[in-house]
């Protein structure tokens, strides 16, 4: 076969062995969602299978507020488990599950699934998720199933922004409102306030008073004009 031939041929099995790649990544019961998350963190216990870990922060890199733990969870095996904890490796944070409808456990049925984050769907919240985890980190995660027992890896620590954004804390703190940076009461010029109240008395502003002799009540008598005191 010449040079040629031999390159045509190399060439031409790629191309089979990757569409081959691709066709198998389509294929099986977690496909959808491969499609909506890939490169995520991964493994697989016995019948225990957990993909697209995630802990997803708030959108504001540094913020306060609660993260959240994103997965999904397969259950290759014939009998239900439940999910009894996640715990972030060696942290002592609390992590509070929350199944999709009711009170109890989150359970994986035989042969199904569930998604852990995102609207309608089961929850894993950190409530101290600002202190606890670091974006750009990757987090050591462990499920404690009820028949597989537990179940590690380490998952990426990303802000809930773009792909992650529906995935991520459904609680997120607004800042505090801008206070005024001063206030000012004007008062009307000449306006008398409750003087009487008081004991004051107010006198209006640029009120001239008339040449002649002042009452004791303040009132003017005009120049030239006797008053009744003067007549007795």
Known sequence: MSRSLRRGALAATAIVISIASLSACGAGNNAQTLGVRPDNAAVTVDDVQIQNALVITQPTVGAAGPAVVSATVFNNGTAPQTLDSIT????????????????????????????????????????????????????????????????????????ATSYFKEYGPTVIPQPPAAKPTGSATATPTGEAGHGAESGATATPTGTATPSGTATPSGTATPSGEASHAAGH
């Open 88 to 159: 972030l490796g060696d942290s002592a944070a609390p992590v509070k599950l929350k199944a999709a409808e009711g009170s109890g456990p989150i359970t994986i049925p035989a042969g199904g699934s569930v998604v852990i984050g995102g609207k309608d769907n089961a929850s894993a919240t950190i409530e101290n998720g600002h202190e606890a985890v670091k974006d750009g980190n990757a987090q050591e995660l462990v499920f404690k199933l009820s028949k597989t027992g537990d179940v590690s890896l380490e998952a990426f620590v990303v802000p």
